[in-house]
């Protein structure tokens, strides 16, 4: 039987300001990716998020960026390895705290924005990623995109991760994405929620060029201020169910 992960972005919200869809979201998807402060989030937020996904019994995951709360962690910053590995170390140990009083642990990490997408692609700030997620704990999952250099280090350093597509971003011919959706409306929602269905059951999708590439999809990110997300987020857990995919959470995928 086909399986697969959901994960989305969450607990961005910081002081005064409300961002995303957290407690919408959080009953279609099996693993949340909570802002540690660098980018969003805060104390409280981190507390109220990771009791939130307790109750729904979803997966966290630490969802570390750039230091970066004006730009939402989405400008390239220049940093050194050193500086990238304790920046995340930093954020994994915020999160720790919290996920340690509410007696439950860390299962995985994605990093944000532009430290994510320039991670894929840098073998260096990849690899100091990676060093901070395995000293923190060996068990801990690592999200990321096909074909790229977060995943080739992870196999060789030993790091559990799992492969991740989108929902609402376009993905290129390499297995990456485009950084922001193109357009501020979803307009076919069952269109999008098939296009997730082909790329588990099939590993094809096509590019936002128009290409149909090959893809492995073991967790699936649906953002939550995405316009409409948890609509979205309804309809592939029912495309999903219809076409014989198990939803679970992405420990189950990953050994």
């Known amino acids: ?17 409300e961002l995303g869809n957290d407690e919408d979201m959080m009953q279609y998807i099996t693993s ?46 220049t940093c050194t390895p050193a500086e990238v590995k304790d920046y995340v170390t930093y954020q994994l140990g915020a999160l720790r705290e919290f996920c340690r009083a509410a007696d439950v642990k860390i299962q995985h990490c994605k990093p944000h924005g532009a430290l994510f997408m320039k991670a894929m692609e840098d073998k260096q700030l990849a690899r100091s990623i990676l060093e901070a997620v395995y000293e923190a704990d060996r068990d801990m999952i690592i999200f ?73 999809a073991e967790t699936i990110c649906i953002h939550g201020d995405t316009p409409g997300a948890p609509q979205l987020a309804k309809a592939i857990v029912a495309a999903l169910k219809a076409g014989g995919v198990e939803i679970v959470p992405v420990k189950n995928i990953i050994s």
Request: with cysteine; aromatic share 8%.
């Open 1 to 17: 039987m086909y399986k697969v992960d959901l994960n989305c972005d969450m607990g961005e919200s910081f002081g005064l300001y």
């Open 144 to 216: 990321a995109l096909n074909q790229s250099e977060v995943y080739e280090e992870a196999v060789k350093m030993g790091v559990p991760v799992a492969k991740e597509a989108y929902s609402d971003r376009e993905h290129t011919e390499s297995g990456s994405i485009v950084l922001t959706r193109r357009g501020s409306e979803i307009a076919d929602y069952e269109a999008m929620a098939n296009r997730v269905v082909r790329m588990v059951k099939e590993g094809r999708v096509v590019t936002h060029d128009g290409k149909d590439v090959s893809i492995q």
């Open 32 to 77: 949340a990716n909570i802002a540690c402060g660098f980018h969003g989030g805060d104390p409280h937020v981190m507390r109220r998020t990771i009791e939130l996904a307790k109750n729904y019994n979803v997966g966290i995951g630490a969802h570390p960026a750039f230091p970066d709360l004006l730009g939402f962690g989405r400008r390239y910053m």
